[in-house]
């Protein structure tokens, strides 16, 4: 009771909150799946994946079902967060559709709520209740949940907020928490997102009276997170050289700038407002500098979104942004923060009517956004079936695979030179197959050769040959019987990878243990 009390005002604004972003996820109550860039490619990855984790691989990599049947290791590459978290969710009877549902609507909320919380700590509750709705409001993030449909840059956007509050809270356990869901969430948006901690840490030592000790926090934090998330972010670098990846071109990214209505009016607005504080004295450079920060870091954010940076452009890599208005990102949390640092420098009356202006100019400026203009209610079986890789371009194929599949293989196993197969068993981690005959045959595995698979006969280890225009895997054998195995397992540099995040864990554990028991006593 005695909590209750003294957050009951605390409670009242987040209760109001809720009531302000409850229409922004209407479209995603009702019933089946909008169509959108990624949305249903997302559903179709993970259900690909969920199979994988079935099938016995831990972390997932290799998803056995995708590219016609052969096999593709997006999950070594790209964001896997989004799926780890809707696990449960389809264990617990969910479904594809509605498990993935629930990660973006936690993901899209949760991002208002923690810029509350995190706002909060910074400027008055209302302020904070104007950034909070600004933040989920923004142009750029409603396009990004029912336009792309990205779940995993939606999640990223959800976790901002959130490590934003828990470095305000000076708590390590949460924030390297927050960084370790972050790299799991978006690889483009996690770059980004680090460079933009990076500056508020930063901002935050500069400021600070103990400076020493808050650069150690930090570098401990930061190790902590960067650690836990190494068993996908290490292997996802180091495996890239096997890919087409760096010779495929994804999209043109001329065709990508922002235009005025996804920046946004109420950007414009705020911009606007600031500016006239500033120069009214109403917000002073010295007092207010972090504000000045999130002004600067919004209006390059804008540029590098638009067409008036297209020079600039030639020298980013455009192969891993992909998409001038994906810089948008950035600028959501700082309007957000500069629409509640000029609500908190107003008094009075005016203090009211400001939030209130902000509150119409953003709604009205988000009905456009907000109604997905096709509904679709697939069966469960249209995304659990599918194959196809998932990806725009097919970029994270194999370099040695010259003939991309159109079609499902005939037979998973093929004698190329006479024999049968009898006994065959395969799933995403292991293919399983007997042979007999009275001269050495070679097999053809439809499965992509993919570093990790690894073969034995008859209990003895054979080499993999892939050197054939569709880069499958092919073994030599004996004459006689024969009983081949084929199982997917980690190369060295991810089993160092898994053992670094492991290692990362246990040693957030002992740091913050009491922070941990505290958690199990609550």
């Known amino acids: 009771m005695s909590w209750l009390k003294q957050n009951k005002k605390n409670l009242i604004f987040i209760a109001f909150l809720f009531i302000l972003l409850l229409p922004s996820v209407f479209s995603i109550l009702i019933p089946g799946y909008f169509e959108s860039d990624d949305g249903e490619w997302m559903v179709i990855r993970f259900s690909a994946f969920y199979q994988a984790l079935s099938d016995g691989q831990f972390p997932v990599r290799f998803l056995g079902r995708l590219n016609f049947g052969y096999g593709y290791p997006v999950a070594n590459f790209l964001y896997p967060g989004f799926m780890y978290l809707a696990t449960p969710l389809q264990v617990l009877g969910f479904g594809f559709v509605n498990s993935v549902k629930v990660i973006m609507l936690a993901s899209f909320l949760g991002g ?24 989920t409001y923004a142009p750029y993030h409603l396009f990004d949940l029912y336009k792309r449909g990205s779940v995993g840059e939606v999640l990223s956007m959800g976790v901002l907020p959130f490590i ?133 870091v919004g209006l390059f954010s804008v540029f590098l979104s638009t067409s008036a940076s297209t020079l600039l452009w030639n020298f980013i890599p455009s192969s891993f942004v992909q998409f001038p208005f994906r810089f948008l990102s950035l600028l959501v949390p700082s309007v957000a923060f500069l629409a509640a640092c000029a609500v908190s420098v107003i008094n009075g009356k005016n203090k009211i009517i400001l939030a209130i202006a902000l509150f119409i100019l953003v709604f009205v400026s988000s009905f456009s956004f907000l109604n997905p203009e096709v509904k679709s209610n697939k069966t469960e079986s249209f995304y659990s079936t599918n194959e196809a890789t998932t990806t725009v371009r097919d970029e994270y194929m194999p370099e040695w695979v010259k003939e991309k599949p159109n079609y499902r293989f005939g037979k998973k196993v093929e004698i190329l030179i006479g024999g049968e197969v009898s006994n065959l068993s395969y799933n995403s981690e292991r293919i399983y197959f007997e042979t007999s005959g009275d001269t050495d045959k070679m097999a053809r595995i439809n499965t992509i050769y993919y570093p990790g698979w690894q073969a034995e006969v008859n209990n003895n280890k054979v080499q993999i040959s892939y050197d054939n225009p569709q880069g499958v895997m092919e073994i030599n054998l004996p004459k006689g019987e024969n009983k081949v195995e084929l199982v997917f397992k980690e190369t060295p540099v991810r089993l160092f990878a898994n053992i670094l995040s492991l290692v990362s864990f246990i040693l957030l554990i002992v740091i913050c243990r009491k922070s941990v028991i505290n958690i199990f006593k609550k």
């Open 112 to 135: 208002g709520f923690f810029t509350y919380l995190w706002l909060s700590k910074i400027f008055d509750r209302t302020s904070a209740l104007v950034g909070a709705t600004v933040y």
């Open 164 to 296: 934003l509050w828990q470095i305000e809270r000076n708590s390590i356990f949460w924030t390297a928490t927050g960084i370790f869901l972050l790299i799991l969430s978006h690889n483009t948006l996690a770059v980004l997102f680090l460079l933009f901690i990076s500056g508020y840490i930063s901002f935050n030592v500069y400021i600070s009276k103990t400076r020493k000790q808050l650069i150690s926090r930090y570098i401990l934090v930061v190790l902590l997170g960067l650690g836990m998330a190494s068993f996908f972010w290490i292997p996802a670098f180091y495996d890239l050289k096997y890919t087409v990846f760096s010779n495929t071109q994804i999209s043109d990214w001329t065709n990508y700038f922002a235009d005025i209505d996804l920046i946004g009016l109420p950007t414009l607005a705020v911009f606007a407002l600031i500016v006239i504080l500033i120069i009214s004295k109403k917000i002073k450079i010295k007092k207010h500098r972090l504000t000045i920060l999130f002004l600067a």
